[in-house]
């Protein structure tokens, strides 16, 4: 049985962006939006881990097969988890999975579902203006990863994130993301070792960060625009298969509601499979699509359920 479609408030009218990279395009960093270059020790320190560790323990069958579950595994709990379900209720799902893809995502190493949801809200709001918190706007660097070195954006964006901040295990895993990163070096080690450690755990983690940095940078700057939104998003293809579809990035700024960012059958959205797969166990539902006004970019367009 098909669902009632769901209404989506209409697009603000398109305007043509300025490219990047144009000086006439550039933001300012306010002097608050500067890296903190103490705290971000860890984060530094995870690459060099990452870069130096694999040699000094080698690389086993076991360890290489970790890293691979660890970084498309983890992947998804970003691109489906994070990204689709916390920051866009994209679909439906039950508390218990709501949980499960809270501690899927957790184990990133990307901080808490509300840090995460609550600043990409705010990216959608505000995308390529002054106040979106990663514009390449401000250079690309800062929209790749310097702005979560920075200070400024430490905290949750509490007033974005309110529906589901009102649940006290999301509070709590976001309040001790740390406690769940180490909990995953450990799983690691104890799988497969040193090399577990070092090649399933930290070159994963910063393999994982930067493939999802990349949706926040390059997907502003490189591909082709299909819809005339009012920022700088891109469709690529090449990004899309190294996302998991998540480079079809026009399509979602287009209509961020969807669960389905390769709008197309020739889109190659893995995300969207995995979750029909998903839909069909009757773990997650209600999985919003766009309708065929909306692919031909009316404003009147609605979200629509498939049965």
Not at 208 to 234: C, E, I
Not at 241 to 265: D, L
Request: aromatic share 14%; with cysteine; net charge positive.
């Amino acid at each position: 049985m098909k669902a009632a479609p769901v209404s989506l408030p209409a697009p603000p009218a398109p305007t043509a962006p300025v490219p990047v990279g144009v000086a006439s395009d550039r933001f300012t960093r306010t002097p608050e939006e500067k890296v903190d270059w103490v705290a971000s020790i860890p984060f530094l320190a995870f690459h060099v881990v990452a870069f130096v560790g694999p040699f000094i323990s080698g690389v086993t069958m076991k360890a290489f097969l970790l890293f691979l579950l660890m970084v498309f595994g983890r992947l998804f709990f970003i691109t489906a988890g994070y990204h689709r379900y916390f920051a866009h209720r994209s679909y439906r799902t039950s508390r218990a999975f709501q949980f499960v893809l809270a501690l899927g995502g957790v184990s990133c190493v990307q901080k808490g579902p509300l840090w995460w949801a609550g600043h990409h809200r705010n990216h959608h709001r505000h995308s390529d203006t002054e106040l979106d918190v990663h514009s390449p706007r401000r250079g690309f660097w800062w929209s790749h990863m310097g702005w979560i070195l920075c200070d400024k954006y430490g905290d949750i964006p509490i007033e974005r994130i309110r529906d589901f901040a009102k649940y006290p295990e999301l509070r709590f895993i976001d309040r001790h993301n740390g406690v769940f990163t180490w909990l995953t070096g450990l799983a690691c080690y104890l799988i497969a070792g040193w090399s577990g450690l070092f090649v399933g755990f930290f070159l994963s983690t910063v393999v994982l960060w930067h493939d999802t940095f990349l949706v926040n940078s390059l997907a502003h700057v490189m591909g082709r625009r299909r819809y005339a939104t009012t920022d700088t998003s891109r469709n690529s293809a090449i990004i899309a298969v190294a996302t998991m579809g998540e480079g079809w990035h026009n399509n979602h700024h287009h209509y961020q509601a969807s669960a389905r960012n390769g709008f197309f059958w020739w889109e190659i959205d893995v995300t969207f499979y995995l979750l029909k797969v998903l839909s069909w166990l009757h773990l997650v539902h209600d999985l919003k699509v766009p309708s065929a006004e909306m692919l031909a970019g009316s404003r009147e367009a609605k979200i629509s359920t498939p049965g």
